[in-house]
C-alpha cells in the first residue's frame, strides 16, 4: 500500500455543501441588488482567498469592506451549517480504508470552532487524527496549516495523499510535498482541477477502489 495517511478536506470533500454555499451567497447577492449565481457559475469562479472570489461576483470593497460582506456570508453560514449531509458512503469509504491501515486527517479552511461543531454533530470525531482548522473567519489560505500538520504527522510527505475539491488543496499538497487527488464533485468545476494535473475523480465512492487496487 503507498500511502498510509489520507489528508481530507472537510467542504466539498466531505462534505456536499457547495448548493448551501450558493443559496447563501444568492441572499446576499439579492440584498444588494447583484446578480445571482448558479452552482455552475460558483464552481467556475469560487478561489481562495476567498476575498478574490467576492471580487469575482462584482463585490466592490471601497464601498463595502470585505469584513462586512464576509461576516454576513458567516452568520449565515453559522446559522445553517448542519442543513448540508455527507456524501454518500463516505463513512464507508472511511471505515475500509482504515481496516487496511490507512489513517486520517482533515485539513480545511475553515473556521476551527465551526469545523469542531460541526465534525461532532455528524459523530466523526473518533475517526480523525487530527481536525485542523484555521482561527479566523476569513478563508485567506491554508498553506501554513498544511504545512504544519505534515510537520507534525509521523509520516515521510511520500505516505500522504490530500484529498480534497478545489484548486487550493492541489496548491496546498504541493507545499507538503505530498501526492493529491480531487473531487469533481465539490466547489470548484472538474475543468479547473483537471488543469492541475492530478487524478480528478468524479464520487467519494471511487476513491476506495483508487487507493485499494
Same mark, same amino acid.
Given at each position: ?16 455543501? $457547495? ?5 447563501? #451567497? ?17 464552481? /467556475? ?17 471601497? =464601498? ?11 452568520? +449565515? ?5 448542519? +442543513?448540508?449531509?455527507?456524501y454518500t458512503m463516505i463513512e464507508s469509504v472511511l471505515d475500509s480504508l482504515s481496516k487496511i491501515g490507512i489513517s486520517h486527517s482533515i485539513l480545511s479552511a475553515q473556521n476551527q470552532n ?9 459523530? *466523526? ?5 487530527? =481536525?485542523?482548522? *484555521?482561527?479566523?473567519?476569513? $478563508?485567506?489560505?491554508?498553506?501554513n496549516l498544511g504545512q504544519s500538520w505534515i510537520s507534525a504527522l509521523s509520516y515521510d510527505p511520500a505516505e500522504v495523499v490530500m484529498i480534497g475539491d478545489t484548486v487550493h488543496d492541489f496548491?496546498? $499538497?504541493?507545499? #507538503? /510535498?505530498? +501526492?493529491?487527488?480531487?473531487? $469533481? ?24 477502489? =483508487? *487507493? #485499494?487496487?
Amino acid at each position: 500500500m503507498k500511502y498510509k495517511h489520507i489528508i481530507w478536506d472537510w467542504n466539498g470533500t466531505l462534505i456536499d455543501d $457547495a448548493w448551501l454555499c450558493v443559496e447563501i #451567497m444568492n441572499n446576499i447577492l439579492l440584498k444588494r441588488g447583484m446578480n445571482s449565481i448558479t452552482i455552475d457559475d460558483y464552481r /467556475e469562479n469560487f478561489t481562495f482567498p476567498v476575498r478574490d472570489y467576492y471580487i469575482k461576483l462584482g463585490f466592490d470593497f471601497s =464601498v463595502e469592506p470585505f469584513e462586512v460582506c464576509g461576516m454576513e456570508f458567516i452568520h +449565515d453560514f453559522k446559522k445553517r451549517k448542519f +442543513d448540508a449531509s455527507l456524501y454518500t458512503m463516505i463513512e464507508s469509504v472511511l471505515d475500509s480504508l482504515s481496516k487496511i491501515g490507512i489513517s486520517h486527517s482533515i485539513l480545511s479552511a475553515q473556521n476551527q470552532n465551526i469545523l469542531d461543531e460541526t465534525i461532532i454533530h455528524y459523530q *466523526l470525531q473518533n475517526r480523525f487524527e487530527g =481536525v485542523n482548522g *484555521l482561527d479566523d473567519h476569513y $478563508a485567506h489560505s491554508k498553506v501554513n496549516l498544511g504545512q504544519s500538520w505534515i510537520s507534525a504527522l509521523s509520516y515521510d510527505p511520500a505516505e500522504v495523499v490530500m484529498i480534497g475539491d478545489t484548486v487550493h488543496d492541489f496548491e496546498v $499538497a504541493q507545499t #507538503m /510535498e505530498t +501526492d493529491c487527488i480531487l473531487m $469533481a464533485s465539490g466547489h470548484n468545476s472538474r475543468e479547473r482541477l483537471e488543469e492541475t494535473g492530478v487524478l480528478v475523480l468524479d464520487s467519494p465512492e471511487e476513491i476506495t477502489r =483508487v *487507493l #485499494m487496487t
